[in-house]
Nanobody
Framework: QVQLVESGGGLVQPGGSLRLSCLAS????????MRWYRQAPGKERELVAT????????RYVDSVKGRFTISRDNAKNTVYLQMNDLRPEDTAVYYC?????????WGQGTQVTVSS
C-alpha cells in the first residue's frame, strides 16, 4: 500500500533552518510529481511546493520563494523540503502528498514551529 512518512520537523528560532524528508513506498516513486503542503492552526491546507517526477519542473507558493527548496532523490524514494530563513508564519504541520490516478495520498505530517 502507499505510504508517505515525513520527518525532520521541530522547534526552530526565526531565521533558522530545517530540512524535511518524506520517504515514499508502495508506488513507483520516479513516475510521479510530489508535493509539500502545510496547515497552520485554524487555516486551510496550503500547497507549498511541487516537483515533477524527474525534478525538472518546480513551483512554489509566493510566500516561500527564495527561502524554501524542494528536491527529490528517486534512488531513495525521498522528497525533501529545505527551509531557510524560517518565520513565525511558517509554523504549521507539513505534509507530503502524491496524486495517483486521481486519488491523493498523504503522510501523517511533521510539526514545524518557528518561535523565539
Amino acid at each position: 500500500q502507499v505510504q508517505l512518512v515525513e520527518s525532520g520537523g521541530g522547534l526552530v528560532q526565526p531565521g533558522g533552518s530545517l530540512r524535511l524528508s518524506c520517504l515514499a513506498s508502495g508506488f513507483t516513486f520516479s513516475y510521479y510529481a510530489m508535493r509539500w503542503y502545510r496547515q497552520a492552526p485554524g487555516k486551510e491546507r496550503e500547497l507549498v511546493a511541487t516537483i515533477a517526477s524527474a525534478g525538472d519542473s518546480i513551483r512554489y507558493v509566493d510566500s516561500v520563494k527564495g527561502r524554501f527548496t524542494i528536491s527529490r532523490d528517486n534512488a531513495k524514494n525521498t522528497v525533501y523540503l529545505q527551509m531557510n530563513d524560517l518565520r513565525p508564519e511558517d509554523t504549521a504541520v507539513y505534509y507530503c502528498n502524491v496524486l495517483l490516478r486521481g486519488v491523493g495520498f498523504w503522510g501523517q505530517g511533521t510539526q514545524v514551529t518557528v518561535s523565539s
